[in-house]
């Protein structure tokens, strides 16, 4: 079994950065993609990021476009989430996944999943 753990959540101002980190455990996430969702209070777990294996194919939400940076080191078995110019609207959890596909979208194409960390932006 696969077994996701995110860090790197906080508190910051509006216009602030943090750097979430997911690390991968039990085994090897060789050849799977890995994405980012987030889930605000009473509201969709949504997208927000996803890579490839190879680091060749990149998507992000529009929301965050532009702001965030998707990245993995496959020798650490971490896949990070750069976010800057962070904004109140980006206050949520933020999940990390795992999915044998791609670089999906969906977050029914994910099987593996992180316990979330939270990521608080004031204004």
């Known amino acids: 079994q696969v077994q996701l753990v995110e860090s790197g959540g906080g508190l910051v101002q509006a216009g602030g950065s943090l750097r979430l980190s997911c690390v991968a455990s039990?085994?090897?996430?060789?050849?799977?993609?890995m994405g980012w969702f987030r889930q605000a209070p009473g509201k969709e777990r949504e997208f927000v990021a996803t890579i490839s294996w190879s680091g060749g194919t990149k998507s992000y939400d529009d929301s965050v476009k532009g702001r965030f940076t998707i990245s993995r080191d496959n020798a650490k078995n971490t896949v990070y989430l750069q976010m800057n110019s962070l904004k109140p609207d980006d206050t949520a959890v933020y999940y990390c996944a795992s999915s044998p596909r791609l670089a999906p979208m969906t977050l029914r194409s994910y099987d593996y999943w992180g316990q979330g960390t939270q990521v608080t932006v004031s204004s």
């Open positions: 039990g085994r090897s996430f060789s050849g799977y993609a």
